[in-house]
């Protein structure tokens, strides 16, 4: 004779709540801020450590290359590439940020062309094929820095009127658009483990 053994599921109930109104939080941000027209202005992403952007395509316009430093979650001065564009246009965009207390990853993901100006962004990894036109590379004099830090930060740098990437993967640690539109946006929540 066998006996039918009926088990249930535990729910974490901690974890549970601390997703869920994190998952409203956030969303409920994202449309505030966003609002019915899908443009933000002024969105910064930094101190809650690395964060992955990839992307088909990126086609910019006023960029420039250098130096800097940035804070991650647990380490202070990460040594960083700091790209700025004046304006870009982004195919295929999405990124993304594994929360490991949470055990979840946010994406964001926009199904149209995404729209950019006053971007800002320090990376640890830049991947991609890139194309530039009129590019300038430059060493400056910076002896009247003492900041050995803002010394390498400023030594060098590089500059082109126009920038293409296709299939860019960046390792980022701080993201600033002035203004940014993203129709058809999409944020989701994937479980990690």
């Not at 006023?62 to 800097?68: A, C, P, S, T, W």
């Not at 530039?132 to 009247?144: Q, R, T």
């Not at 058809?184 to 929540?189: D, P, R």
């Amino acid at each position: 004779m066998s006996e039918i053994l009926i088990a249930g599921g535990h729910t974490v109930r901690k974890r549970f709540w601390i997703a869920l109104l994190s998952g409203f939080l956030f969303l409920g941000s994202l449309l505030a801020v966003f609002g019915m027209t899908g443009v933000a202005y002024a969105v910064p992403l930094s101190g809650f450590g690395e964060f992955t952007v990839k992307f088909e395509k990126l086609v910019g316009s006023g960029f420039k290359l250098y130096g800097g430093l940035a804070d991650g979650a647990e380490t202070k001065n990460i040594p960083v590439a700091v790209n700025e564009i004046n304006h870009a246009t982004i195919t295929g965009l999405e990124i993304s940020k594994t929360i490991p207390a949470l055990g979840i990853r946010v994406v964001i993901t926009s199904e149209n062309p995404v729209e950019i100006d006053g971007l800002i962004q320090k990376a640890t990894l830049i991947n991609g094929n890139a194309q530039f036109s009129n590019l300038a590379m430059s060493e400056n004099y910076v002896g009247n820095i003492n900041d050995p830090v803002q010394k390498v930060a400023r030594e060098f740098t590089q500059g082109a009127d126009n920038i293409m990437i296709e299939n860019g993967d960046l390792k980022t640690l701080y993201l600033f658009q002035q203004k940014v539109s993203l129709p058809g946006m999409k944020v989701s929540f994937e479980k990690v483990n």
